[in-house]
Nanobody
Framework: QVQLVESGGGLVQDGGSLRLSCAAS????????MGWFRQAPGKERTIVAC????????YYSDSVKGRFTISRDNAKKTVYLQMNGLNTEDTAVYYC???????????????????WGQGTQVTVSA
């Protein structure tokens, strides 16, 4: 089992940037793909970005492609989400999650992730 703790959320103005961090403890982070998800008020949790165990492959949802960048530092057991060009529709609780596998592929879903952080709030003001 892995424990995940997100940080870096907060309030930012439209067009601003934030970098989220996800610190892991427990099992070896470097063996598993990692993902960021988000849940806006009244909506289902959706995938934002994923990264393979070695960082070679990434996936982004269409809504964040070109604005967000996922990365990882396995030595530090940390995964990052750099968010640029934020807008009000990015307001949500952001969750870090550890996959049960090592690769990123089309069709990855929430059910493929077995460990979750507690979430960090990102609020974008107009």
């Amino acid at each position: 089992q892995v424990q995940l703790v997100e940080s870096g959320g907060g309030l930012v103005q439209d067009g601003g940037s934030l970098r989220l961090s996800c610190a892991a403890s427990g099992r070896t982070l470097g063996r598993y793909a990692m993902g960021w998800f988000r849940q806006a008020p009244g909506k289902e949790r959706t995938i934002v970005a994923c990264i393979s165990y070695n960082g070679a492959t990434t996936y982004y949802s269409d809504s964040v492609k070109g604005r967000f960048t996922i990365s990882r530092d396995n030595a530090k057991k940390t995964v990052y989400l750099q968010m640029n060009g934020l807008n009000t529709e990015d307001t949500a609780v952001y969750y870090c999650a550890s996959s049960r596998g090592s690769l990123v592929y089309s069709g990855l879903s929430e059910s493929d992730f077995g460990s979750w952080g507690q979430g960090t709030q990102v609020t974008v003001s107009a």
